[in-house]
């Protein structure tokens, strides 16, 4: 059987035996502001995208490049991001470059650095690792995240 509501969401309604005696909806003011908090912050991540690439497409100095890409990253993950860069070395037996910097950087930095990247998106984790797609690459970032997600 139907229940009938009187005024509104949430106004008590005409009770049966098998309808409740108030209907749980949110008002609808504060369904749409949730909507377009949702919305705004989505749309000014693209933004801040958008901003990230253009001026890492614009510079031309190394330096101000990773200055840049460190902290378009950061922002962009919500985090701390380190990069290194690898550097071929006379010593390298191996092929592997060295990692600058390497020193002074926190246990969980280098450990992130030195991981594969993850694909796993359901489990938490610290952060992210981004490495190039090819075999020519020679940097790589660590993102660190706030709180582990």
Known sequence: MLARASAGPGAPVESTAD?????PVA????????????????????????????DLAAEDDLVTLLG???HGLGELFDGECTIQVGVATDAMADGEPEWIPS????DE?????????N???????????LVPHS??????????FAEPR
């Open 27 to 54: 008002p609808w003011e504060d369904i749409m502001d949730l909507d377009l908090d949702v919305n705004l912050a989505a749309s000014e991540r693209r933004v801040a995208a958008a901003r990230i690439a253009r």
């Open 68 to 70: 840049v890409a460190k």
């Open 119 to 129: 694909p796993d998106v359901v489990s938490e984790r610290a952060g992210i690792v």
């Open 103 to 106: 020193e002074g950087l926190r």
């Open 109 to 117: 930095v280098m450990m992130g650095l030195s991981g594969p990247p």
């Open 19 to 23: 309808a409740p005696t108030q209907l």
């Open 135 to 144: 075999d020519s690459g020679v940097c790589r970032a660590w993102v660190q």
